[in-house]
């Protein structure tokens, strides 16, 4: 149960890391985020 727990946390923590990343690369303000 905790390593699923784990894993999906880390599967949301990924995705979000990857949207402020992309929305970075778009010339996205600090603020925006």
Same mark, same amino acid.
């Given at each position: 149960? #905790?390593?699923?727990?784990?894993? $999906?946390?880390?599967?949301?923590?990924?995705? $979000?890391? #990857? $949207?402020?990343?992309? &929305?970075?690369?778009?010339? #996205? &303000?600090?603020?925006?985020?």
């Amino acid at each position: 149960m #905790a390593k699923v727990n784990v894993y $999906i946390s880390n599967e949301v923590h990924n995705k $979000i890391t #990857a $949207i402020v990343e992309k &929305r970075r690369q778009e010339g #996205a &303000r600090d603020k925006d985020i």
